[in-house]
């Protein structure tokens, strides 16, 4: 909002102070509205949504404090600045604690008006400001609770913000199965296109032949089993967003096709010469160096630097290991949720299998190797569950064998809850030797808020040799 687009509502039932700020106002290059009594005023607040509301405190009929509360009904954001005389500033100061921005007193000074008239329309953007923030930090806390904690995912979240208000085509770089095809749903959802479609196409999975069909369409007819007329992905995308996942794959003769297509924004179907205007964003993902492609004539150099506007790299699991017991608790919930299953956790050898594991299949073998887990585990994921190998890591022993002598005696419930305790006094012991001894970001990881993890470190009397947790970063 410009300052000379701010619309400011004059509400006083005395005509002649109406006439002087309109008149200042006006001069400042505001626009002026004007009412001489509150039930008008409240209509001018719903039908034209004014910016900055100046109040008479006493008027005729309805004051002006009634007006303030029914107009903060209506605009909980509007500025609404006072006007009283010198004998009513207490009632200004009430109708501040009430809700008022400010107060101006009889008779004006010119410049105090316009001053108060410009840091209410600042506070009014301030606020407008930081509502379209909250909206960007609901939907980066949403990607955030998918990727895990670790600081490199903080910064493609960074990346995500920032180019996803643009129109920029974006190169999502990853391995297979890192979450490339996230990151681009992420970039649609936060963009002005996340109202039209998001539409992913595997470059890997379609033949040739059909590949240039597939993108643009084709008439009846116009190859041997094209029976109907169909829509190309970029016809279904219009408005949106065009999802070109594992670009790599795409031949060479689709790559200068495409090309022309991104070049000219406008494709032709198979069949009908006809060119039709496209309004699609494209994002693309590769698992490939398309640079050292093109050096062996793999990949179009053009195309490239259409496609690489900007650039996302998402970094593997193995290189964010803080991320993993996130995830894996995250899916562990999940597959809970789906199977109707309460599988409590990870005995302390899983959790060491799960930090170890090299992970070449990324957050998809993470999330499969869980599920299965999940699906054959009772009460506790062991190591035998995860189906996996790391080195150095022995068999666990997730609870004492049921001949031992301190287990004699004891009902199954009392042996089930001792043996929780045991595995929850392990898993937390493991986390906080992997994070230093730092328990915010241990509880981060497992997914459990900083007051419980801090009670239970006492609980158990966890002590980590080299702590840090004098210095915790909340």
Same mark, same amino acid.
């Given at each position: ?150 600081d490199v995912m903080g910064r493609v979240i960074a990346d995500v913000n920032l180019v996803a208000q643009s129109d920029f085509s974006v190169l999502i770089v990853g391995e297979t199965g890192s979450g490339k095809e996230l990151v681009a749903r992420a970039i649609h959802q936060l963009s002005s296109r996340s109202k039209s479609p998001f539409v992913p196409v595997d470059c890997g999975a379609i033949p040739e032949g059909l590949l240039e069909s597939e993108l643009f369409g084709h008439e009846k007819g116009a190859f041997t089993g094209a029976s109907i007329q169909k829509q190309g992905k970029f016809e279904i995308a219009r408005g949106g967003t065009l999802f070109l996942d594992e670009i790599s794959?795409?031949? =060479? ?10 070049? %000219?924004? #406008?494709? @032709?179907? &198979?069949?009908? /010469?006809? $060119? ?98 999940? =699906? ?10 995860? %189906?996996? #190998?790391? @080195?150095? &890591?022995?068999? /666990?022993? $997730? ?76």
């Amino acid at each position: 909002m410009k300052e000379h687009e701010a619309k400011i509502l004059i509400v006083d039932d005395d005509e002649g102070c109406r006439i002087l700020l309109s008149h200042l106002l006006a001069r400042e290059g505001f626009k002026v509205m004007s009412s001489h009594d509150g039930g008008s005023a409240l209509t001018v607040i719903r039908l034209d949504a004014p910016d900055i509301l100046l109040l008479d405190f006493k008027m005729e009929g309805m004051d002006g404090m009634e007006v303030l509360k029914l107009a903060k009904g209506i605009d909980p954001d509007l500025p609404i600045v006072m006007i009283t005389g010198f004998a009513n500033i207490p009632g200004a100061i009430d109708a501040i604690k009430a809700g008022a921005h400010d107060y101006l007193a009889k008779p004006f000074d010119h410049h105090e008006v316009i001053r108060i008239v410009r840091r209410a329309l600042t506070e009014r953007k301030l606020k407008h400001r930081i509502k379209q923030l909250s909206a960007l930090t609901r939907d980066d806390g949403e990607l955030r609770d998918r990727v895990g904690p670790s600081d490199v995912m903080g910064r493609v979240i960074a990346d995500v913000n920032l180019v996803a208000q643009s129109d920029f085509s974006v190169l999502i770089v990853g391995e297979t199965g890192s979450g490339k095809e996230l990151v681009a749903r992420a970039i649609h959802q936060l963009s002005s296109r996340s109202k039209s479609p998001f539409v992913p196409v595997d470059c890997g999975a379609i033949p040739e032949g059909l590949l240039e069909s597939e993108l643009f369409g084709h008439e009846k007819g116009a190859f041997t089993g094209a029976s109907i007329q169909k829509q190309g992905k970029f016809e279904i995308a219009r408005g949106g967003t065009l999802f070109l996942d594992e670009i790599s794959n795409m031949p =060479l003769g689709s790559q200068a096709k495409l090309l022309r297509a991104l070049q %000219e924004k #406008k494709v @032709s179907r &198979v069949g009908n /010469p006809r $060119p039709m205007a496209i309004d699609v964003r494209v994002l693309a993902a590769t698992n490939r160096d398309l640079l050292a492609m093109n050096k062996t004539g793999g990949f179009r150099l053009d195309l490239f630097f259409r496609l690489n506007e900007f650039t996302i790299n998402i970094p593997p699991l193995r290189q964010r290991k803080e991320d993993i017991l996130y995830l894996a608790k995250l899916f562990l919930d999940k597959t809970n949720r789906e199977l109707s299953k309460e599988v409590k956790g990870f005995s302390r050898s899983a959790v060491e299998v799960l930090i170890d594991y090299h992970w070449p299949g990324n957050v998809r073998e993470l999330r499969s190797v869980i599920r299965r887990a999940v =699906l054959v585990a009772e009460d506790t994921i062991t190591n035998q569950h995860l %189906e996996i #190998k790391a @080195s150095g &890591v022995e068999d /666990p022993t $997730p609870a004492p064998a049921v001949h031992d002598t301190s287990w004699k005696n004891r009902p199954l419930k009392e042996i089930v809850r001792l043996g929780t305790v045991e595995i929850e006094r392990e898993v937390l012991t493991q986390t906080l030797k992997y994070t230093g001894g730092n328990k915010a970001k241990a509880a981060r990881l497992l997914r459990i808020d900083y007051k419980t993890i801090h009670t239970k470190v006492k609980e158990y009397g966890i002590h980590i040799d080299g702590d840090q947790h004098a210095k915790e970063e909340r």
